[in-house]
Structures are given as structure tokens and as C-alpha cells.
């Protein structure tokens, strides 16, 4: 079983939907989960950080399942600037480690 | 400002050819780490420095080697590069809490 685990898809939108992806993830030592996004040929960046509680930045909802080991993401009134890769991470990959762990990432096109 | 800085952006090499990679922070954390992406997949943690001790991850290929100066610099060495080796390199410090902040990445064409 992969660590983290993402649909790929890609999920083609239209502007103005809300869109979720989910992932799921198998080591259950890990503390900290976090969607990273990714525009094509460029490097990942931190979108938000996922809590138990759940978060909200803006149009972005983040919500995690620890007992079943579950993260989603939530985008409301999508834009055609949300179009990119999303990669699920949590971290450690292992206890005691400093390491990241990434899913491969939903391919998100919005479309006008 | 860039915090993670990588050059050059865009690297030819030959098959074969050695290529180094530079990295540097300006966050002058003891945390630094080399990941390889190739296309559609995530990406893949080759090593990461803990100050100047190197930890290598288990199926990083021997033809990858890494050096660390100071804190602030870190190349990634490629002894000689294979068509399989064409990726993307991206260079990565520790950021606030458990996060990490990354380099713009080299992109890497072997011919």
C-alpha cells in the first residue's frame, strides 16, 4: 500500500464550482498533514496545513480523519487560478524523522 | 524575497557527462534536503542534511552524491548521468512547524 494515496484525476471544473479531493494515508505515527500546490514546471508550495478541527483559508477547507486516516480538501467558487496539481503530505514518514511524505497529486483544470 | 535559491534553472548535460547542482537558503536553517520529481509523480527524497550529518535514503542510486560547505549552500552531484536521470531536482529547507519551503527547482535533460 502507498504511504499517501491521491486520485490522480484530472478533475475538469467549470469556474464559479466547488471541488474536493481526497487522500488517504497509511502510517499512523504521522503528526502533520498539509496540501502542498504545484503549477506545472514549477516547485511545490504550501497551501495550508490540515488540523482534526478542520480549517478554512478563504475559499480552502482542510479537514482530517485521524481515526480513518482520511484528509480532504475543499474548494469553494473555483477560479481559473486554482487550476494546478495538489499533493497531499504528511509528515513524518517515519517516527523520528524529519521527512515529508507526498501523495502524487490531483490534477485540478478549471475551465471558463 | 527567494529563501531557497536554485541554479541554474535549466541544466543540458550528455549522457555520461558529471552535473552539479547548487542550492542555497537564506533561512539559515541546519535542515536542507534533495528531491528528484519526474513527471505526473511525486516527488522523491534522495538526501537531506541534518547540519553537516548526511543522511542518505536506501534507494538513492550511488551515481547521486551530495556535499554541504556550510549551512547555507548545498550541491547535489550527478557522477554520470543516465537518460533515466532527466527530472526535475528541487532543493528544500525546513520551514515553520513541520513544513518545508522549496527551491525553484533545476530541470535536468540528458541527451
Known amino acids: 500500500r502507498k504511504e499517501v494515496e491521491q486520485d490522480p484525476g484530472p478533475f475538469n471544473v467549470p469556474e464559479g464550482a466547488t471541488v474536493a479531493f481526497n487522500c488517504t494515508y497509511s502510517n499512523s505515527a504521522s503528526q502533520s498533514f498539509f496540501w502542498y500546490r504545484q503549477d506545472c514546471r514549477k516547485e511545490p508550495k504550501l497551501l495550508m496545513s490540515v488540523y482534526s478541527s478542520g480549517n478554512e483559508d478563504g475559499r480552502f477547507t482542510a479537514q482530517l480523519n485521524r481515526a480513518s486516516q482520511y484528509i480532504s480538501l475543499l474548494i469553494r467558487d473555483s477560479k481559473l487560478s486554482d487550476s494546478a496539481t495538489y499533493l497531499c503530505v504528511a509528515y513524518p514518514t517515519r517516527a523520528g524523522s524529519y521527512q515529508l511524505t507526498f501523495g502524487k497529486g490531483t490534477k485540478l483544470s478549471v475551465i471558463p | 524575497d527567494a529563501m531557497v535559491i536554485q541554479n541554474p534553472r535549466y541544466q543540458v548535460t550528455q549522457f555520461g557527462k558529471p552535473v552539479t547542482l547548487s542550492c542555497s537558503q537564506t533561512l539559515n536553517h541546519n535542515v536542507m534536503y534533495w528531491y528528484q520529481q519526474k513527471s505526473s509523480q511525486a516527488p522523491k527524497l534522495l538526501f537531506h542534511?541534518?547540519?553537516?550529518?548526511?543522511?542518505n535514503e536506501a534507494d538513492t542510486p550511488d551515481n547521486f552524491q551530495s556535499r554541504r560547505p556550510n549551512t547555507s549552500f548545498c550541491f547535489l552531484d550527478i557522477r554520470s548521468p543516465g537518460l533515466g536521470d532527466a527530472a526535475m531536482y528541487l532543493c528544500?529547507?525546513?520551514?515553520?512547524?513541520?513544513?518545508?519551503?522549496f527551491g525553484p527547482g533545476t530541470r535536468l535533460t540528458v541527451l
Open positions: 528544500a529547507t525546513k520551514g515553520w512547524a513541520d513544513t518545508q519551503y
Open positions: 542534511y541534518y547540519d553537516k550529518d548526511f543522511n
